[in-house]
């Protein structure tokens, strides 16, 4: 899959070479995410004064994603200066660059990252998070703190490149997706047809344990 733009193709890739290689914020699968961020950004014909920076950190992660080699679960790949990096870490190089800077409670949007979707999809389930974020506050009697995209900056190039095959399978988040292992915690949750938690229907318990998985108190 692969398009073509100013003469120089756009990154492509058979879609059925990729396997799971870890959970979603796990070492493994950051690493390889922002790999192919990378590898997407160099194959892509951007402007040569463009800087844009992406980023993920995912909050509350279960202790065996991380360690004290590794202690962020998190990834980054960006361009300036007409340079692409990235890797599985945040840094403050990225950061300070205007893009698309996420920090989330991991079991907020674990599970829904491994369906694959195209620009409909990415609708349904930002609806169905909002849902879920409600039905969170409206049992909880306040708006709890899952997290925030900071003042999100989309060029053109940027969703151009990223987008490259999406509605066919492919593109930056299919291609996560489909790095993605499944996470034990949510076997036995009730989730959408999107894999977004469906907090209306769990039970008492169930509510007790995806709260406590969130890291959000009651009080």
């Keep these: 899959m692969g398009a073509f733009e100013g003469g120089k193709a756009l990154f492509s890739i058979d879609m059925s070479t ?11 699968w950051c690493e390889a995410c922002a790999d192919f961020g990378v590898a997407i950004l160099r194959a892509s014909d951007l402007p040569n004064d463009l800087s844009w920076g992406f980023s993920e950190i995912y909050t509350a992660p279960p ?24 890797g599985g870490s945040v840094t403050d190089a990225c950061l300070a660059l ?12 674990c599970n829904q990252s491994s369906t694959k979707y195209g620009f409909e999809g990415q609708q349904q389930r930002s609806s ?20 925030a995209i900071d003042n999100p900056v989309w060029p053109k190039p940027i969703i151009a490149a990223l987008s490259v095959g999406v509605e066919e399978g492919a593109g930056l988040h299919n291609i996560a997706a ?24 769990m039970s008492e318990t169930q509510k007790e344990f995806f709260l406590a998985l969130c890291d959000i108190s009651k009080k």
Excluded: C
């Design 63 to 86: 202790a065996r994603l991380v360690s004290d080699d590794w202690p962020v679960s998190g990834y980054h790949f960006m361009i300036h200066e007409g340079l692409v990096s990235g």
């Design 18 to 28: 990729i396997e799971q290689v870890g959970e979603f914020g796990s070492r493994a």
């Design 98 to 109: 205007p893009g698309f800077h996420v920090r989330m409670r991991w079991a907020y949007i």
């Design 178 to 201: 489909s790095l993605q292992m499944p996470s034990p915690e949510f076997s036995s949750l009730p989730v959408t047809e999107m894999g977004v938690p469906e907090f209306s229907l």
């Design 128 to 147: 169905e998070e909002h849902m879920l974020k409600e039905e969170i506050a409206n049992y909880l009697g306040f708006e709890p703190n899952l997290g």
